[in-house]
């Protein structure tokens, strides 16, 4: 018999992910499913989902600050536009707390 996947979905990801931040080892899973490349796309993303969540910067002034295509903010743009309202602001309160 095939044998399967121990994580075959999101969720079995995002369980992962929750039971290492209980055990404090997040940094240490992250950084290893990850390269260096791939950290720093996830960091330009949460800065779009920042600067568009405070609506200072146009698009264009945004893809200049971040060194990302103005495509790439319009991607991050239409993702919060099919977020619920409590994600939205759940997000808001994640990435607004920090200051």
């Known amino acids: 018999m095939l044998q399967q996947p121990k994580f075959t979905d999101w969720q079995s990801l995002l369980d992962l ?5 209980e055990q404090e080892r997040l940094e240490m899973l ?5 390269t260096s490349d791939e950290r720093e796309t ?3 993303r ?3 989902f920042y600067e568009l969540l ?9 893809s200049q600050m971040l060194g990302v295509g103005v ?3 319009t991607r991050g743009s239409n993702e919060l536009k099919v977020c619920s309202e409590d994600d939205k602001a ?7 707390g920090k200051d």
């Open 17 to 21: 992910l929750k039971e290492a931040s």
């Open 90 to 96: 759940a997000l808001a309160d994640l990435l607004f």
């Open 54 to 62: 405070k609506g200072d910067l146009s698009q264009r002034q945004m």
């Open 42 to 44: 996830l960091v330009s």
């Open 71 to 73: 495509a790439t903010i």
């Open 30 to 34: 992250l950084t290893m499913m990850m």
């Open 46 to 48: 949460i800065n779009i």
